[in-house]
């Protein structure tokens, strides 16, 4: 199966600051990836949808300028947490889809963010 | 509605017993069906991939399509400690949007 890597998979950091995770796609080309956040036991909660070369197109109330989205090449996007507070803290997870016509989702080990 | 309805459980089975995962979907646009498992703080992992109409097998995994009811099952057979986890239904519709169900809780007890 498709392969996505995403790292870091723990990250804590201080309120204030920026972080950044990475999603790449190790051996496919990926032209749409999709940004999830999970609570815990619940389901997955799309963020943003990340095109290749082009803005990402957000979810309603997530902001964009809080989550930064950069999808630079066909292998890797970038979301970064920018000034993050303790209610960001949370489960994020990259995919990416592969097939004729992109039927098949692939997911990353997912970052799990602690601001302190 | 939601795209996509799951029980969330919790689900929990003695070692060796047949699991039956369940979901329904409401829109009837042309679509994938997919079935994911969701070990604890780890990315979903892509288990059964479907878009027609029947059952579609992979080893101890069933995967079960009933468009006229608008029905998607998932069959474990064997159970094993090690399939304990969340299970996750997905559909696909035309375009590129993908609708999860929230999630069933799985626990095989040894």
């Known amino acids: 199966g498709a392969v996505v890597s995403q790292h870091p998979s723990w990250v804590i950091c201080k309120s204030g600051t920026s972080v950044k995770i990475e999603c790449r796609s190790l051996?496919?080309?990926?032209?749409?990836m999709f940004w999830y956040r999970q609570f815990p036991k619940q389901s997955l909660m799309l963020m943003a949808t990340?095109?290749?070369?082009?803005?990402?197109?957000?979810e309603q109330g997530v902001e964009k300028d809080k989550f930064l989205i950069n999808h630079a090449s066909l292998t890797l996007s970038t979301l970064t947490v920018t000034s993050a507070h303790p209610e960001d803290s949370s489960f994020y997870i990259c995919s990416a889809t592969r097939g004729q016509t992109n039927e098949k989702l692939f997911f990353g080990s997912g970052t799990q963010l602690s601001v302190l | 509605q939601k795209e996509v309805e799951q029980d969330p459980g919790p689900l929990s089975v003695p070692e060796g017993a047949i699991v039956s995962l369940n979901c329904t979907y409401s829109?009837?646009?042309?679509?994938?069906f997919m079935w994911y498992r969701q070990y604890s703080r780890k990315g979903p992992e892509l288990l059964m991939y479907t878009y027609s109409s029947g059952n579609k097998e992979d080893g101890r995994f069933t995967a079960q399509v009933d468009k006229s009811s608008k029905y998607i099952s998932l069959f474990i057979r064997d159970s094993q400690p090690s399939d304990s986890a969340t299970y996750l239904c997905?559909?696909?519709?035309?375009?590129?949007?993908?609708?999860f169900g929230t999630g069933t809780s799985l626990t095989v007890i040894p």
């Open positions: 997905a559909k696909k519709n035309t375009g590129n949007q993908f609708y």
């Open positions: 829109n009837s646009a042309f679509q994938y």
């Open positions: 990340s095109n290749e070369g082009s803005k990402a197109t957000y």
């Open positions: 051996d496919f080309q990926a032209t749409t």
